[in-house]
């Protein structure tokens, strides 16, 4: 069935340092992709998505490429911040399914220091 | 963004016992949503899809009499436990899917603690 792969965390990092968290993904045809975050003590945000291979997903300085070849979907962001210190999933929902039905990677946990 | 809640943010209860939570969407219209269950470290695993009006849809291995989803307004779905067991113990997370514009995009709740004693 369909699955989705993240890097283990915990990911610690210095501020501004270059982050990526790698996430691969198994599905049937072209699913939808996101990166969902998750600060402590709320609920998960989206964070970016892509819906077809080689759209890249943006927002607040977090980038991810929907590589089709490689079944992939990497998060990255060239300087981290303190505050971007939370949970990130990777979570695809499958062509297949039309009611919005999502599959979630294990999550990593990032911690960035001053 | 739209809200949800979830209600309530913890809660603790004895073994045998059942326990409701409640998932609002709280500026949106949700026909349907999601309830998920999260153990420590590890991912979010859909236990269900629970739509308004309708009998919810279980994941394989869920148990539909264990986990009692009712769906009856488009602004509420609750999850109840019932007849709880330490190892029903575990972080739930529900969902709401706003079908407003094109993205229909998904809120989560900020989750509910479950810890069966």
């Known amino acids: 069935g369909d699955s989705v792969t993240q890097m283990e965390g915990p990911v610690t990092l210095s501020e501004e340092a270059f982050l990526t968290i790698n996430c691969t993904y198994t599905?049937?045809?072209?699913?939808?992709l996101f990166w969902y975050v998750q600060y402590p003590g709320e609920g998960l945000q989206l964070l970016l998505k892509?819906?077809?291979?080689?759209d890249k997903g943006s927002n607040k300085g977090f980038e991810a490429t929907y590589r089709k070849e490689t079944t992939s979907f990497h998060l990255e962001k060239g300087s981290v911040q303190v505050s971007d210190s939370a949970v990130y999933f990777c979570?695809?929902?499958?062509?297949?399914?039309?009611?919005?039905?999502?599959?979630f990677g294990q999550g990593t946990e990032l911690s960035v220091k001053p | 963004g739209a809200v949800v809640s979830q209600h309530p943010s913890w809660v603790i209860c004895k073994s045998g016992t059942s326990v409701k939570i409640e998932c609002r969407s709280l500026?949106?219209?949700?026909?349907?949503m999601f309830w998920y269950r999260q153990f420590p470290k590890q991912s979010l695993m859909l236990m269900a899809t629970?739509?308004?009006?309708?009998?919810?849809?279980?994941e394989q291995g869920v148990e539909k009499d264990k986990f009692l989803i009712n769906h009856a307004s488009l602004t509420l779905s609750t999850l109840t436990v019932t007849s709880a067991h330490p190892e029903d113990s575990s972080f739930y997370i529900c969902?709401?899917?706003?079908?407003?514009?094109?993205?229909?995009?998904?809120?989560f709740g900020p989750g509910t603690r479950l810890t069966v004693t």
């Open positions: 969902s709401a899917r706003d079908t407003r514009g094109s993205l229909h995009e998904q809120y």
């Open positions: 599905a049937t045809g072209y699913p939808s």
């Open positions: 892509a819906t077809k291979a080689d």
């Open positions: 979570a695809l929902s499958p062509l297949y399914n039309q009611g919005g039905k999502l599959i």
């Open positions: 500026d949106f219209q949700a026909t349907t």
């Open positions: 629970s739509n308004e009006g309708s009998k919810a849809t279980y």
